[in-house]
């Protein structure tokens, strides 16, 4: 089923415990669609790049069947840029840069050729432009999702809300869903939350795991325990487009396989967070996130055949 | 099959977000024996009170099936107080009062009854007083678990390692973890504090879930997302308790029983923290904690039928 996606394609400066990058290619969009493309043969990607985005990470989307028809590159402008530093933890970081650039005015276009979308994911931009997106599509998608970031929380609330109430899927961290709601519970945060429209709600815990909230069931995701992380950065897009992936890829956006997909997200973050960048996202074979899906399968796999004595 | 805990009988007086207590039953030892007790049909309890201990709560763990043979009475002594203050977040805590009392001198006395235990459970107190404890055994248990906390790390580390070189299990939490191995990864700290004798080794993380490892293995479990966390005193000792007790009523302590008996615990503690103290723990239904097991059973049950597309 197609797979309609909408995120920044940007560069990123990264600066972790373990190391430091000059800029390197970065971006929601480009973390989603590197992601989603080992579920989906073809997506077709809404973006904006400047003329001095390299070409070659442009044929690397295109190899991954990425459909760039819908990404605009503006003559003489610049990619946005965003530089940050994580603390020695990996859960917080600092921001150091950030240069809008071409997203300053970003007009999301539609291709025609891009109508008709069964699914659609909203990575984190403005929400005027995430709002813009929905309503220039022809037909109403089977399902759309939005990430979106404490970022607009303070700085566009009303505009936030206003979108949310045309989303079904909402997948933010735990923080923001804190923030968004005004409660500390994350149950009677997802409550709320719900009740500003999106009837399926998936609150990332980092480390910490995801939970997905519809309804009145809930279904938690494990991340893998894993030795170092190296590179954080992206790791919820990659969540964000393993998911969604997968969910075209299935057509099949039940409680039960929206399971399935969380935990093909979680696996997807888990090769991301493995080294700087997209790097470890651009070349990954489909016995590798066979593999890694089990290890998730291992990890929260009991049989409860006794209970009490 | 025979499980002897060991562990502090209290008074607590405690202060949350929700509300205050003025002295209340508590004690590692409390919680792990009400907790165990819905498990084993009887265990045998090492623990030491004053004479201002009152005979009612006593009746209350004998009514549970809970041997208080080696529970010393001390007269003209008082019993351990703890009290202390739980920040917004619940998940940390100051310390406001402790009065070691007859804890300050406590012989671990081991009935002649106790002896041939199969099962051991340490609750958390000081390190010389659990070694002494397994080393009073006349006959090696089939497992010896036990709980300590970074107190202990902080001013007997050494005594602390000398103990963890008779025991099986070690529960601690993540904090504990990193600081107990000077490891900030939990996958680095599990393996170095396996090092050092428990060959499995189980880290809370509170409403965050608990992590399993053994030999090249890991298990998670997830915390149940409840709307309210009431008072989290004795949640670790009460997942302990259910852990063992489990364990020690199926009499089997392999990886695959190990993950039911720490779902077991994670379903016990999510009672503890409804109500203060040990109010919730003590008049449990077995349905109740059928029905409660169940939870986590849906919360974390996924089936995938396929991965990659």
């Known amino acids: 089923m197609s797979l309609l996606t909408v995120g920044s394609v940007a560069f990123d400066a990264i600066e972790t415990p373990f190391g430091k990058t000059d800029k390197i290619i970065g971006g929601a969009g480009t973390y989603i669609a590197f992601s989603s493309s080992y579920f989906v043969p073809t997506q077709n990607i809404v973006s904006v790049v400047g003329n001095d985005f390299p070409q070659e990470m442009l044929d690397k989307l295109k190899g991954r069947g990425v459909n760039l028809e819908g990404l605009q590159i503006k003559q003489g402008e610049k990619t946005f840029f965003w530089s940050g530093r994580y603390h020695n933890d990996m859960n917080s970081r600092d921001t150091l840069v950030t240069e809008l650039n071409v997203l300053e005015h970003f ?18 931009l403005s929400p005027q432009v995430q709002k813009t997106v929905i309503e220039r599509l022809d037909t109403r998608p089977k399902l759309v999702a ?22 079904d899927v909402l997948i933010i961290n735990d923080e923001e869903a804190r923030q968004l709601s005004g409660e500390y519970s994350l149950v009677k945060a997802a409550k709320k939350i719900r009740e500003m429209g999106p009837t399926y709600l998936i609150i990332k815990k980092g480390e910490h795991g995801a939970l997905l909230f519809h309804g009145e069931q809930v279904f938690f995701a494990p991340a893998l325990p894993l030795e170092e992380v190296f590179d954080p950065t992206g790791a919820g897009d990659t969540f964000a487009g393993g998911f969604m992936g997968y969910i075209a890829s299935t057509d099949d956006y039940s409680f039960e396989n929206m399971k399935r997909a969380i935990i093909t997200g979680s696996a997807m973050a888990s090769f991301c967070v493995e ?35």
Request: overall charge negative; glycine content about 6%.
């Open 146 to 167: 939005m990430d979106t970031m404490n970022f607009w929380m303070d700085i566009a609330m009303d505009a936030l809300k206003e979108t949310l109430k045309l989303v």
């Open 275 to 309: 080294e700087f960048g997209t790097n470890k996202l651009e070349n990954l074979t489909k016995s590798e996130i066979e593999e890694r899906i089990q290890s998730f399968v291992r990890l929260t796999d009991f049989d409860m055949v006794q209970t009490v004595g």
């Open 107 to 124: 007009d999301p276009i539609i291709p025609a050729s891009y109508q008709g979308a069964d699914y659609v994911l909203l990575g984190n």
